[in-house]
């Protein structure tokens, strides 16, 4: 509520800001995949075009300036509105390995994801960090769906069933790349 009330409409009024959302963690201190990143309880994201310029962050808030890569978002669009994000951010070991890590986040990683149709997933948007740095990338999910921790959990099985078990060599192309590095995924 405190973003909300406070830090959103002063970001919202800078230049070039079109419109500002924030969200809040559903599933706080996940586990299951490792991150570098601590844990936070509000995003807020902020639609922006070349006239802005970040405003230094506030007292305890991390920010992050990143554009949509040239490749496109995939996915659908649907009519209902999106009612939950899963945040994706992830860095390459070394910036040699950026591009490498970058095309296989759009063709090996998110593709076959699309292909999938998750029910509940819509677009699946890569971007990335203005100016470099860590984390680099960012996959933004977004759904449509009343339970947005379940609909995540489909994921991968329905990506399973199209490339195979752990262990094989499609699967594990898809779910890991030599210079991957998670930042942080809720």
Same mark, same amino acid.
């Given at each position: 509520?405190?973003?909300?009330?406070?830090?959103?409409?002063?970001?919202?009024?800078?230049?070039?800001?079109?419109?500002?959302?924030?969200?809040?963690?559903?599933?706080?201190?996940?586990?299951?995949?490792?991150?570098?990143?601590?844990?936070?309880?509000?995003?807020?994201?902020?639609?922006?075009?070349?006239?802005?310029?970040?405003?230094?962050?506030?007292?305890? *808030?991390?920010?992050?300036?990143?554009?949509?890569? =040239?490749? $496109? @978002?995939?996915?659908? &669009?649907? !009519?209902?509105?999106?009612? #939950?994000?899963?945040?994706?951010?992830?860095?390459?070991?070394?910036?040699?390995?950026?591009?490498?890590?970058?095309?296989?986040?759009?063709? *090996?990683?998110?593709?076959?994801?699309?292909?999938? =149709?998750? $029910? @509940?997933?819509?677009? &699946?948007? !890569?971007?990335?960090?203005? #100016?470099?740095?860590?984390?680099?990338?960012?996959?933004?999910?977004?759904?449509?769906?009343?339970?947005?921790?379940?609909?995540?959990?489909?994921?991968?099985?329905?990506?399973?069933?199209?490339?195979?078990? $752990? @262990?094989?060599?499609?699967?594990?192309?898809?779910?890991?790349?030599?210079?991957?590095?998670?930042?942080?995924?809720?």
């Amino acid at each position: 509520e405190a973003y909300g009330r406070e830090r959103a409409p002063q970001v919202a009024g800078l230049p070039g800001v079109k419109r500002s959302t924030w969200w809040s963690n559903q599933h706080p201190e996940r586990d299951d995949l490792p991150r570098r990143l601590r844990e936070f309880t509000t995003l807020g994201l902020y639609e922006v075009d070349a006239a802005f310029v970040p405003p230094p962050p506030a007292n305890g *808030v991390t920010g992050l300036h990143l554009v949509a890569t =040239a490749r $496109p @978002g995939q996915g659908t &669009l649907g !009519p209902e509105p999106v009612n #939950g994000l899963l945040l994706v951010l992830i860095s390459p070991r070394s910036d040699e390995e950026a591009q490498a890590l970058r095309d296989w986040g759009d063709v *090996v990683h998110l593709r076959p994801i699309a292909e999938a =149709a998750v $029910p @509940g997933y819509r677009m &699946l948007t !890569p971007y990335e960090r203005v #100016g470099g740095g860590e984390p680099r990338y960012l996959h933004l999910y977004e759904m449509a769906t009343d339970d947005p921790e379940s609909t995540y959990r489909t994921m991968t099985p329905l990506v399973q069933e199209r490339l195979g078990p $752990p @262990g094989t060599p499609a699967y594990d192309a898809w779910a890991w790349h030599p210079a991957l590095r998670i930042d942080y995924v809720n």
